[in-house]
C-alpha cells in the first residue's frame, strides 16, 4: 500500500532550468494537492485539484503549473526555476470532505 | 495574510511534561481544525481533528482544547516522551471547501 509517491526526492536545479515534480496516490483520492514548505511559514498550498479534470490557484501560484493527468496522477512543473523556489513540495490526496489529507515524503528542492 | 497564527515556534519539554501548542484562526467559516505531525525527513501525518460542536476531544496522549468564542485551539500531550519530538501543525478549513490552511509550525523537542 504505497500510498502518496513523490519524484524526485532530491533535486537540484540552476536558476532557469525547468522541471516537473510527480506526485502519484494509488487509494483512489479525489482531491490532491501540491504545498511548500518554508522554516517559518508553514505548508503554503500551491495548487489543487478538486477532482480529475479540475485544477484551481492556492496562496502561492506564481511560478508554477499543474497537471491533473488522471485521477491518480497530479504533476508540478517549474517553468523557469528560481532561489525563491527552493524548498520541500509535499503532494497529498484527500478521499472526500470528512476525511484529512494523506501526504507524500517530499521532494526537496535546490535552485543555485 | 497568515489565517492560521501558530505559536510558539519551538518547544523543549522535558520526558513526562505537557507542552501546549497554541492556535488562532480568523475566518468564522472554518469548521474543521485538525492536528499534523511530521518527522524529520517525513510528510506530515494527521494526529488527530476537533470540530466547533466539541470544546474537547482526546485520543490516547494527545488533546484538542477548542474555544469558538476566542477563535483559538490547542494541542495538549499527555507524559510526553522523546519519540513525540517532532514539528506540529495545527490547521482548518471550511468544510465544503477543499484546501486546508496551516499555520507556521512547533518544532518540539522531549528531552528523556
Known amino acids: 500500500n504505497a500510498g502518496v509517491t513523490q519524484t524526485p526526492k532530491f533535486q537540484v536545479l540552476k536558476t532557469g532550468q525547468s522541471m516537473t515534480l510527480q506526485c502519484a496516490q494509488d487509494m483512489n483520492h479525489n482531491s490532491m494537492y501540491w504545498y511548500r514548505q518554508d522554516p517559518g511559514m508553514g505548508l503554503r498550498l500551491i495548487y489543487y485539484s478538486a477532482s480529475e479534470g479540475t485544477t484551481d490557484k492556492g496562496e502561492v501560484p506564481n511560478g508554477y503549473n499543474v497537471s491533473r493527468l488522471n485521477k491518480r496522477e497530479f504533476s508540478l512543473r517549474l517553468e523557469s526555476a528560481a532561489p525563491s523556489q527552493t524548498s520541500v513540495y509535499f503532494c497529498?490526496?484527500?478521499?472526500?470532505?470528512?476525511?484529512?489529507?494523506?501526504f507524500g515524503s517530499g521532494t526537496r528542492l535546490t535552485v543555485v | 495574510q497568515q489565517q492560521v497564527k501558530q505559536s510558539p515556534q519551538s518547544l523543549i519539554v522535558q520526558k513526562g511534561g505537557i507542552p501546549i501548542i497554541n492556535c488562532a484562526y480568523e475566518?468564522?467559516?472554518?469548521?474543521?481544525f485538525p492536528w499534523y505531525q511530521q518527522f524529520p525527513g517525513k510528510g506530515p501525518a494527521l494526529l488527530i481533528a476537533i470540530r466547533p460542536d466539541v470544546s474537547e476531544k482526546k485520543e490516547g496522549r494527545f488533546t484538542i482544547s477548542f474555544n469558538k468564542s476566542a477563535k483559538q485551539f490547542s494541542l495538549h500531550i499527555m507524559d510526553s516522551q522523546p519519540g513525540d519530538s517532532a514539528t506540529y501543525f495545527c490547521?482548518?478549513?471550511?468544510?465544503?471547501?477543499?484546501?486546508?490552511?496551516f499555520g507556521e509550525g512547533t518544532q518540539l523537542t522531549v528531552n528523556p
Open positions: 497529498a490526496s484527500r478521499r472526500g470532505e470528512r476525511y484529512g489529507y494523506t
Open positions: 475566518n468564522t467559516a472554518f469548521d474543521y
Open positions: 490547521a482548518a478549513r471550511v468544510t465544503s471547501g477543499s484546501r486546508l490552511t
